[in-house]
């Protein structure tokens, strides 16, 4: 059983700059959760995907937007990035949307 | 507001040591308190879910418990491989709201 993958493991943004980051869901699940991890600290909800429709919001500004696919896969982007936005971007799916989630080793993206 | 506060911070421990974590939570509707171990430059890790008062899980040395208003994770004889942030979470409409965990550190 293949478990929650992120890609890029790393990435190194300027101020302003546009990213975008990818996850691919445990098989059979058809939700998925992102999530901000600033270091040390724990992770912050930013939004919920189930089946394709986003399913609740963190306290993230619009320029926080994502995507789920038809195969369950999802991604997150951000516009105008900021400094304050270097952290550990983590990807989680579950089976149903109350379910135990599993995360991913998430996107390490570091703003300059 | 819901909210979630783990104690204490950091933990040293010696192998064999035995020591709780606590969780301390206010959330309305609780649907779930979810236990995960996170070790460096990792995603977290699931360990457990509990669901109402009263309930127990266990897994190797590792024992969850839970109370109206906190949960406890129970460590028996920790080994070094123990070490690691320990964060519980609650689920509400969802999301799961994270404390900011414990960070421990089981030396030999």
């Known amino acids: 059983e293949t478990g929650v993958t992120q890609s890029p493991t790393h990435l190194i943004k300027t101020r302003g700059q546009q990213v975008t980051l990818r996850c691919s869901s445990q098989s ?16 912050q909800f930013i939004f919920q995907y189930y089946r394709e429709e986003e399913n609740g919001r963190g306290n993230f500004p619009p320029r926080f937007s ?24 983590l990807c989680a799916s579950s089976w149903d949307r109350d379910q135990p989630q599993h995360f991913g080793d998430g996107t390490r993206l570091s703003i300059l | 507001e ?69 949960s406890f994770l129970h460590i028996t004889a920790p080994k070094p491989e123990d070490s690691a942030t320990y964060l519980c979470a609650v689920q509400h409409t969802g999301k799961l709201i994270f404390g900011q965990g414990t960070t421990l550190q089981v030396k030999p």
């Open chain 1, 28 to 43: 059979g699940h058809n939700t998925v959760s992102w999530y901000q991890q600033a270091l040390g600290q724990g992770p």
């Open chain 1, 66 to 89: 994502g995507l789920q696919f038809p195969n369950y896969s999802s991604e997150l982007n951000v516009n105008a990035l900021e400094l304050d936005d270097s952290a550990l971007y």
């Open chain 2, 2 to 70: 819901d909210q979630v506060t783990q104690s204490p911070e950091a933990l040293r421990l010696q192998e064999g040591e035995s020591s709780s974590l606590n969780c301390s939570y206010t959330v309305s509707g609780l649907r779930g308190l979810f236990w995960y171990r996170q070790d460096p430059g990792k995603g977290p890790e699931f360990l457990f879910t509990l669901y109402s008062a009263g309930e127990e899980k266990e897994k190797e040395r590792l024992k969850a418990t839970l109370t109206k208003k906190e």
